[in-house]
Every structure is written in structure tokens, then in C-alpha cells.
């Protein structure tokens, strides 16, 4: 029996803004529009929220829902808008770290190299099904490469970058010389597809929950595009 479930976009983050500075623009750049140097730069990996990005996250937006679970990416702009959101709400909902509800794997952005932070700072959060993973407990910074869902094309990378220390800023700076040399080739938009459906598997709860994740990620459930922190219902 299917389910509706809300599925909530991250607030706008660092790369958001720094994209519109890039082409002088007032609204958000389109993928296909996005500043090259922008997109593949090292400053913005896994980028938090802007000030007027926290500033988007009224608790009051959300405050009538009745949940007992927030599952949300790992990505650093997700868990800030979730835990903004809902910390503070009166069903005192659990955090579950869900990291096929990450952005498809296209920019800097997107390659999740603060987890340790965001574990530090958000303790309280459940990270158990990243935390499953024997390197990820090693190298937390590196789980968007142990989740990259065609395990080919990750072997294909880890062996772009064996010459560097896993983990290091050498390895981040070259895993971004991959994807620029190969854009949409760590995770084309088919198995961006598959993996985005197969997510649907890991949120199966019973008690009422919500999702915080990524453009691309809910225009995959739903076909349409929606704005930062805004939120629409998904059949699950």
C-alpha cells in the first residue's frame, strides 16, 4: 500500500550562491548553465547553508506535521536544513542519515567530504547504515564513493586516484579532476534513476516521517523541480 510522504529541499547553500554570483544571477542556475570553475571547486565540497539559507528554515513552516522520523542525506546542506527544521519540533522526531537520498553525483557540492564534521557536531543523528560500511568507519569523508551505486564506475575512479592517500586533500583535488574530466560518468542520470528507486526500499517506516534531500533526487520521484526548503508529497 503506498504512502504519501513529504520530501523537503534542502535551503540554499554555499554553491547555490556562489553559482548565481558566477553567472550574476537572481534566481538558481540551471544544470546545464552551471560556471565550470564553480562546480568542480575544492572551497565548495559538500557546501553548508548560506545565512539567508538558515534564515530559510522556519520551524514554524513544518510545525503542524505529525512525525516521528526525519530521514535525510548526508550532505552537509541536507542535515543543516533538516536539524533547523525539526529539532526543535514538538513530536521531538529521531534523525536517520539516508545516503541514497544524496544529490546525484555531478559537482563538488555533491561529494560529501564533512561527514565527520556533521557526525561531531550532530551526534544525536542515527548514521548506522553509513557507519555499516568498514572503510566509511575509516574514512567518513569518502562515504559518497563507497555510495556511488554502479560499483564499475567507482572502481573506475578509486583507480583514477590509488596514487593519493585516501582521504587526503591530494585525493579530493583529483577526484574532481575525474569528474571534470568525465562529467555524468560517475553517476549518469539512469542510475541516478536506480538508485533513487531503490532508496525507496530503506524508507520503510511505519510511524509518520519526512525526507530532506536534493533537487534532482524529488524531480526523479516526482517530475517536477521544486525550491529550496519548499517541500512536496511523494508516493512511496
Known sequence: ?????LFIRH???EYNLAQR????????????EEDQN?????????????KFGREQCDPTKFEDLRIETVVVSPLKRAVETAVLLFQDHSNKPKFVIEPY???????????????????????????????????IQQHPNMWSL??????NRANLLKQYIH???????????????YMKQHPIEVETFEENTKRVNECKKYLQFEEPFVCVSHSRTIQTLTGQFIHNCTGIEVNL
Open 101 to 135: 537520498l544524496r544529490e546525484m553525483f555531478l559537482s563538488a557540492c555533491d561529494f560529501g567530504v564533512r561527514l565527520q564534521e556533521t557526525m561531531n557536531e550532530y551526534s544525536f543523528i542515527d548514521y548506522k547504515r553509513l557507519l555499516s560500511n568498514q572503510i
Open 1 to 5: 500500500m503506498e504512502k504519501k510522504v
Open 11 to 13: 535551503a540554499e547553500s
Open 163 to 177: 596514487e593519493t592517500e585516501y582521504g587526503s586533500q591530494a585525493c579530493i583535488e583529483k577526484v574532481l579532476e
Open 21 to 32: 554570483i558566477a553567472k550574476n544571477s537572481d534566481i538558481e542556475v540551471k544544470l546545464e
Open 146 to 151: 563507497e555510495f556511488i551505486y554502479n560499483q
Open 38 to 50: 564553480v562546480k568542480y571547486s575544492s572551497k565548495l565540497c559538500d557546501a553548508p547553508l548560506t
